[in-house]
């Protein structure tokens, strides 16, 4: 686009918003209060913000600047170009009369808008995503040729995070699985590495699937329950199909219910295979390890969040990046040798309900991935996104995974269905960085203008082009594996029948913490099962797995625990499997501060700058919003106590404890108890820190702010609680908490 002219080019150099210290901001400039009326060219995007590379359809570098390729002009037109006087109101017979069939405007602009909306995926509709680069650490040279993860070698990504069972409409922070997909727009073409984050699935086989899916989605009278498990039929399923004993585990631990997707693992599920330069064939599973380690909520936190704040992982991941926290993970790889059987240690590498724990087979670091910028456009991009595990790049395969194998099927043709056609490829956020010469020609949606008269090979005509790679010239060439069968069958390896010992390594793996949690999710969950015999089954399989979690949750449901039906395994615990016992970056984490006018404004202007320079976001919370000490250094209020809750912060600092808002009555807000208006303090500051408490979160307090923790009941000598006699002593102590996630001394156990 050109560059904007005038008044507004003035207003954009002047006040573009400088590092968006704190992220949030709707656009790249403040609005004027009035309606501007001179004309003038599309603002740029954001900082933030960038769209796909510009590559043709057929994968060609075209050197254009984004903003050549997004709309421009100064005016109003149609979609053909004309310029538009007026689209406020239809053409008519008279200013009462009827619409005239003749007004091409009215019937192009509610034609196109009847026709925005595609099909949402079944499943994954729910997403957020983000552009980065992936840098190759040079370690896989050894076990695979793919040139992307040479030494140094810069790729550009596209990542999308997502929901598996809820809407395009339903809340973030549901417990569920999450889907990590990455598309690599490597030299050599695309590579989609399309993960979840959970290692683990419900079903061996593809053919399963559908059923899965249709278990878990909504039931199909009613279309409830929205985006979670908790139901009969997919209770049903799971404790009829014991294979998914393992995945389900995992949904049921905090894993279901991750902190945000800045702090999620990400697993390719399936066993890949690797091939290095000289043909020699190496068995993998990937691993994407976040650097700000893996965290979850709580459960009472994700409820409240759901309502509080739908969006609240896809606006923390677009915050962050805004802010500058770029988040980041590292690829690593467990390896093992390709063997006739495929098995390591016993466990069959073709099972997708299987691990292998790092213990055994350790992760090692292979690249960087990097999430620098946001999308510019959420359609375009985020949901246009096609993934597809046939997208491979010379150096990787795949194996017989039967999940695997139909999942190759499923997601191109999913795509076909989904983005009109098959040319969904040429979509600007799926194309491919590397020359495309595919002889695949027409359809719906073609944008490629092809040349040529021979789309078809061997030819002459067109001079023979395009040729036959070899795999001198980087062509993809599939392992040449043998295949061992005598007669076709339905039918799987004996070593997929173990539906128990894993989950039993996952249950023995955890902290007395994390198995509270766990058993607080299936009794919360089997408890809105309506039928007792789907409840009793539950119990059964739980049984399998150990006795202490199925009598728990046994009592939960006012049942009896059935005893064990298969001999327990006893295998050694995987400590990497716990979430807890380590520190981490504080990158974006958000410090909600509490101050009112009459307060320790210097602290707080002292902390937050501190906060900032740590790389976290400060939010200063107050009982009305504005500014405050507006006539001296005044401090911006981004929060107040009417629409602040507890769940957006991981640590809320105090420089004192203020009095109620003018808005503290029960008809204004109903978070407020009249009653306690009396305390002198706002009741829903008080209400805020029992949250935060409840939910392990570091408190700090200076000044007045102990007066608040003791008028919450909070005891001052509490695990994650401090008070100093200053804020910066207060901000030094809560940010060493922070590094652990949570105070998680706070919550007690059983005696």
Request: aromatic content about 8%.
């Amino acid at each position: 686009m050109k560059a904007a002219t005038g008044k507004v080019a003035k207003k954009v150099q002047e006040a573009v918003h400088p590092g968006n210290e704190i992220p949030g901001a709707p656009g790249p400039v403040p609005p004027p209060l009035d309606e501007p009326t001179e004309p003038a060219e599309p603002l740029p995007p954001k900082p933030d913000q960038r769209g796909p590379d510009t590559y043709s359809p057929t994968g060609q570098e075209t050197g254009v600047p984004q903003e050549k390729v997004a709309q421009g002009g100064e005016y109003l037109t149609t979609a053909q170009g004309a310029r538009l006087y007026e689209t406020d109101h239809s053409l008519k017979a008279g200013p009462r009369g009827p619409v005239l069939l003749q007004d091409h405007h009215l019937r192009e602009k509610i034609t196109h808008f009847d026709h925005e909306r595609i099909p949402e995926r079944v499943v994954h509709a729910r997403g957020a995503a983000a552009h980065g680069i992936f840098q190759g650490y040079g370690t896989a040279g050894q076990i695979t040729k793919a040139a992307f993860l040479g030494k140094d070698v810069e790729t550009p990504v596209f990542v999308r995070f997502s929901t598996v069972l809820g809407s395009r409409g339903s809340a973030d922070t549901v417990r569920d699985t999450r889907g990590f997909a990455t598309k690599f727009y490597t030299d050599e073409g695309v590579f989609d590495l399309v993960g979840n984050n959970i290692p683990v699935f419900f079903i061996q086989d593809a053919i399963k699937f559908p059923d899965v899916i249709h278990a878990g989605k909504p039931h199909p009278d009613r279309e409830i329950p929205q985006a979670q498990s908790a139901h009969d039929t997919f209770w049903d399923f799971v404790t009829l199909h014991t294979e998914a004993t393992h995945h389900t585990l995992w949904n049921m631990s905090d894993r279901g219910i991750p902190r945000s997707y800045r702090m999620m693992e990400g697993f390719g599920v399936h066993t890949f295979r690797f091939v290095n330069a000289e043909g020699a064939t190496t068995l993998v599973k990937f691993h994407w390890k976040p650097k700000l380690g893996v965290h979850s909520l709580v459960w009472e936190e994700a409820q409240i969040t759901a309502g509080v704040d739908p969006d609240f992982h896809r606006r923390d991941l677009a915050d962050a990046i805004e802010a500058g926290a770029y988040p980041q993970w590292e690829l690593g790889v467990q390896t093992f040798p390709d063997t006739d059987d495929q098995l390591f240690e016993g466990i069959d590498l073709l099972d997708p309900t299987k691990i292998v724990p790092e213990e055994l087979a350790p992760v090692q670091p292979i690249g960087l991935l990097t999430l620098n910028a946001n999308p510019s456009n959420y359609f375009a991009e985020t949901e246009q996104v096609a993934f597809h595990l046939g997208h491979l790049v010379p150096g990787i395969d795949v194996t017989n995974d039967p999940l695997f194998q139909g999942r190759l099927f499923s997601y191109l043709d999913t795509q076909i269905s989904r983005l009109g056609g098959p040319n969904f490829a040429q979509l600007p956020i799926n194309r491919t960085h590397a020359p495309v010469n595919d002889m695949l020609r027409d359809g719906m949606h073609q944008t490629a203008v092809h040349r040529g008269a021979a789309p078809y090979r061997p030819n002459s005509l067109d001079g023979g082009c395009p040729f036959l790679a070899g795999e001198d010239t980087g062509a993809y060439i599939e392992v040449p594996e043998p295949v061992h069968a005598d007669r076709k069958v339905r039918d799987a390896a004996a070593s997929f029948d173990d539906h128990y010992s894993q989950p039993r390594l996952f249950w023995l793996s955890m902290t007395p913490t994390e198995r509270e949690h766990i058993v607080a999710a299936y009794t919360f969950e089997l408890s809105k099962c309506w039928e007792t015999a789907i409840k009793e089954r539950a119990l059964r399989v739980l049984a399998n797995i150990d006795p202490e979690l199925c009598g728990e949750v046994a009592s939960g449901l006012g049942l009896p625990a059935p005893e064990p039906i298969v001999k327990l395994a006893e295998p050694d615990p995987s400590p990497a499997l716990s979430q807890l016992g380590a520190t981490w970056p504080l990158d974006g984490r958000i410090v909600g501060i509490v101050a009112s006018g009459d307060q320790d404004l210097d602290g707080v202007r002292s902390i937050r700058q501190a906060t900032l320079d740590a790389g976290m976001v400060p939010l200063v919370i107050a009982p009305a919003g504005g500014v405050l000490d507006a006539d001296g250094d005044p401090v911006t209020v981004q929060r107040t106590f009417a629409n602040a809750r507890s769940t957006e912060f991981d640590a809320i600092l105090l420089a004192g404890a203020p009095t109620p808002g003018a808005d503290a009555y029960g008809a204004r807000d109903a978070k407020v108890d009249d009653v306690a208006v009396a305390s002198g303090i706002d009741p829903r500051l008080l209400l805020m820190l029992t949250e935060a408490f409840r939910h392990g979160k570091a408190l700090g307090a200076w000044s007045d702010g102990a007066d608040a923790l003791e008028a919450a009941g909070i005891a001052l000598d509490a695990a994650g609680v401090v008070t100093t006699d200053s804020a910066d002593a207060a901000l030094e102590r809560v940010t060493e908490l922070l590094a652990a996630h949570r105070a998680w001394d706070r919550f007690t156990q059983p005696v």
